[in-house]
C-alpha cells in the first residue's frame, strides 16, 4: 500500500473507532436503539435508487445513505471520516468495484459490523464486465482514478506552486533495489512490451536511480539527508519557485525547487523534486536532483533521476509500484456498469436478495418491488433497441468522455469519442479535434453529444470544425455527478435513462 493511502486509512479507522464508540454510548445513555432500523449505504446514485425502488414504503424507514450525493465525480471521490463511520456501522453496502473504488477493501477491514452484506457491481457481473477500451480518433490520457494526478502532458499555465510538506515523511532510495536484484521481475515486465531487453533496462534505471543518498526525512521546512556513508546532513529549506522541464521523448514536467537556508550545514543548497505533479498533493514517490553550485548546475536530468520511495515499503511493494507505473496500458474494468439496462436488471436482482435476507419479515415485498421494477427496465431496454432498429445512424460521436460503452454495446451502436470514460482531460489535442470533426462529416452526424457538466467547449469545438457548422450539441447524463438535490428534485435512474433515450434518438436521426 502507498504510504500516502496507509496514512489516510489510519486516520479514517481511528475516527471510526472515536465517532462509532460515541455513538453507541449516546444510544445507551438515551436508551434508543437503532438495531431494528435497517441500514443502507452506496456510493453512487443507481445504486441508491435501485434500493428505493425495492424498498417502496418501507424506504422512509430505512437508513439508507449515497455517499457521493453533492456532484463529485466517481472517479475522484475520497471517503471522509463519517464516510467511513456510515459503512462501518451498516447492514448492507453496495460499491462498484473498479479501480476508483480502490478505497473501499481498507474500510471494510476496519467495519465494525462483520455481519455487513456486501455488494459489489462487478463481481455480480463477472463475465459481462468489459474492459476499457480506446478507440480509433480517441486521445489516450491519464485516468482520473489514478488519484495520483500524475501527468506528463500539460499547459504551462495549469502549473501551481506547492510547499515542502506535499513530500514530507520519511523516505529511501530506490537504487540499492536496483542493484540486488529486488527490481528484476519490474525490468522483466517493461522488455514485454518496451524496445529494450530486461538487462538494458536494469542497466538503464542503475545509472538513472545512482546516489550515494541512501535516506531523506523532510519535516516541517526541515529536509535531512543520510549518506551511505552514514554521514548525516540537513537544513531548512525555502521555496525558490519552479521551472518546466521539457524532455526530448516530447512530454514535460515540473521541477519545484528549494534552496538551503544554512549554506554550511553540509547539505545541498540547491534541490529540485519531480513526481510527476503538477499541483498540491502528497507525492508516492519522487525524484531529486541537487547542486552545489546553482540550480543551472544541475545537468542530466533525462538521465540522472535518483529516487525515492516511503522508507516503510519492502523493495518488493516498490517492484510492483514500477510494474504498475511502467505498465497503464493495462486492461482494466470499465466501471460503468449501471448505462447498460440489462446490467441494471441483473444488479436489482442482487440486491433484492439481499435485502431479503436480511429483512426476512418483508422479503414478500422485496420480490414484488424488484419484480415490477425489473418489468419497467426490461420495457425501457425494449425501446431503446427499437429506437436503434429504426434508426437511420448507428454511429454517436461524444466530445467529451465516454462512459457509454456498455449501452452502445447492448444494442449494436458504434462511436468515436475524444476521451475514454475514466478519463481525467477535458482538453484534446488538435489530431483529436480534427479526427472527430471529419467523422462528424463523413457519417452526416447531426449531433455531437457530451456528458453531464456545464463545460461542453470541446463538442463545440468540434462543431465549429465541421464543414457545415451546425450541428446540435446534446447531453446524455451518465449519472456519475447526480446530487441529492436533483433526488429532491424527482430525478430517478428511469428518468435519467428515459431522457438518454430521447437524446439518442435524436442523435441517431
Known amino acids: 500500500m502507498m504510504k500516502k493511502n496507509f496514512t489516510i486509512f ?39 435508487d435501485w434500493v428505493r425502488e425495492i424498498l417502496g414504503d418501507k424506504a422512509e424507514s430505512t437508513d439508507l445513505t449515497m455517499l457521493l450525493n453533492s456532484g463529485v ?54 463475465d459481462s464486465v468489459k474492459t476499457e477500451e480506446v478507440v480509433e480518433g480517441m486521445q489516450e490520457t491519464e485516468h482520473a482514478h489514478d488519484h495520483s494526478k500524475e501527468v506528463s502532458t500539460f499547459e504551462d499555465h495549469e502549473v501551481q506552486d506547492r510547499n515542502l510538506s506535499d513530500w514530507a515523511g520519511s523516505w529511501q532510495s530506490a537504487y540499492p533495489f536496483a542493484l540486488d536484484g529486488t527490481l528484476d521481475d519490474a525490468f522483466a515486465a517493461m522488455a514485454e512490451e518496451g524496445e529494450m531487453t530486461a538487462d538494458e533496462y536494469k542497466t538503464y534505471y542503475q545509472n538513472g536511480y545512482k ?24 537544513s531548512d529549506y525555502k521555496y525558490i519557485g519552479y521551472y518546466i522541464q521539457n524532455w526530448s521523448t516530447g512530454t514535460k514536467a515540473a521541477m519545484y525547487r528549494f534552496e538551503a537556508v544554512d549554506r554550511t550545514s553540509g547539505a545541498p543548497i540547491y534541490i529540485e523534486f519531480n513526481d510527476h505533479m503538477i499541483e498540491s498533493a502528497a507525492a508516492e514517490h519522487f525524484h531529486i536532483r541537487m547542486s552545489n553550485e546553482s540550480f543551472d548546475a544541475i545537468v542530466d536530468p533525462e538521465n540522472s533521476w535518483p529516487t525515492f520511495f516511503p522508507a516503510d515499503m519492502t523493495g518488493e511493494e516498490i517492484c510492483e509500484h514500477m510494474e504498475g507505473h511502467d505498465h497503464e496500458h493495462e486492461e482494466e474494468a470499465d466501471e460503468h456498469v449501471w448505462l447498460s439496462l440489462k446490467n441494471a436488471e441483473t444488479l436489482v436482482g ?12 418483508n422479503k414478500d415485498t422485496y420480490a414484488a418491488n424488484a419484480s415490477a421494477y425489473i418489468e419497467k427496465l426490461s420495457a425501457l431496454d425494449g425501446a431503446y433497441q427499437s429506437a436503434v432498429d429504426s434508426a437511420a445512424r448507428k454511429t454517436v460521436l461524444f466530445g467529451d468522455r465516454f462512459p457509454f460503452r456498455y449501452l452502445v454495446d447492448d444494442y449494436g451502436l458504434g462511436y ?22 471529419k467523422k462528424v462529416d463523413e457519417l452526416g452526424l447531426p449531433c455531437v453529444l457530451t456528458i453531464e457538466g456545464k463545460n461542453h467547449k470541446l463538442a463545440e469545438t468540434i462543431v465549429q470544425s465541421t464543414a457545415g457548422k ?31 433515450l430521447s437524446v439518442l434518438k435524436e442523435a441517431l436521426g
Open 10 to 48: 489510519l486516520a479514517l479507522t481511528m475516527a471510526v473507532g472515536l465517532l462509532a464508540g460515541c455513538g453507541k454510548k449516546n444510544a445507551a445513555e438515551t436508551g434508543e436503539s437503532n438495531s431494528t432500523k435497517l441500514s443502507v449505504v452506496t456510493t453512487i446514485f443507481p445504486e441508491y
Open 211 to 234: 546516489t550515494d543518498i541512501t535516506n531523506i526525512d523532510i519535516e516541517g521546512d526541515h529536509i535531512a539527508f543520510t549518506y551511505e556513508d552514514g554521514k548525516k546532513v540537513g
Open 73 to 126: 465525480d466517481l472517479h475522484s471521490y475520497q471517503p471522509t471520516a463519517d464516510d467511513i463511520v456510515k459503512i462501518s456501522d451498516c447492514d448492507l453496502f453496495i460499491y462498484v468495484g473498479g479501480e476508483s473504488d480502490g478505497w473501499v477493501d481498507d474500510a471494510l477491514k476496519n467495519a465494525a459490523n462483520k455481519n455487513m452484506k456486501v455488494i459489489n457491481l462487478l463481481d455480480v457481473l463477472g
Open 416 to 437: 468515436y469519442a475524444a476521451f475514454a470514460g475514466c478519463s481525467a482531460e477535458s482538453e484534446a489535442s488538435f489530431e483529436t479535434v480534427s479526427f472527430l470533426a
Open 350 to 361: 442482487a440486491i433484492s436478495d439481499a435485502l431479503q435476507e436480511l429483512d426476512p419479515d
Open 470 to 500: 451546425n450541428q446540435k450539441v446534446l447531453t446524455m447524463d451518465s449519472m456519475q455527478s447526480t446530487t441529492s438535490e436533483d433526488v429532491a428534485n424527482g430525478t430517478t435512474y428511469l428518468s435519467a435513462m428515459e431522457q438518454n
